[in-house]
Nanobody
Framework: QVQLVESGGGLVQAGGSLRLSCAAS????????MGWFRQAPGKERDIVAA????????YYTDSVKGRFTISRDNAENTVYLQMNSLKPEDTAVYYC?????????????????????WGQGTQVTVSS
């Protein structure tokens, strides 16, 4: 089991940028696939992006392609989500998640049920 702590959320105007970080401890971070999810009030927790343990494969939901970038630093046990050109509809609580089990294609990690460990979340609010 790994402990995950997100940071970097906040209030930003539409068109602005934020960089979220998720620091991991207590497990073998470098062998875990990681995902970023978000949950708006009254809605499901949905995938934003996922990254393989090596960083060589990534997945993005369509609404963030070209605007968000997921990356990881295995030496620092941290996964990042760079968010550019933010829109009001990006407003949500953002969660990072870890999966230690093997999987097939990276696209299989778009479901929240594929992950074992979760952070507490960080609020992102984009004003219009």
């Amino acid at each position: 089991q790994v402990q995950l702590v997100e940071s970097g959320g906040g209030l930003v105007q539409a068109g602005g940028s934020l960089r979220l970080s998720c620091a991991a401890s207590g497990g073998t971070f470098s062998r875990k696939a990681m995902g970023w999810f978000r949950q708006a009030p009254g809605k499901e927790r949905d995938i934003v992006a996922a990254i393989s343990w090596s960083g060589g494969s990534t997945y993005y939901t369509d609404s963030v392609k070209g605007r968000f970038t997921i990356s990881r630093d295995n030496a620092e046990n941290t996964v990042y989500l760079q968010m550019n050109s933010l829109k009001p509809e990006d407003t949500a609580v953002y969660y990072c998640a870890a999966r230690g089990r093997s999987y097939g294609a990276i696209s299989a990690l778009r479901s929240r049920y594929e992950y074992d460990d979760w952070g507490q979340g960080t609020q992102v609010t984009v004003s219009s």
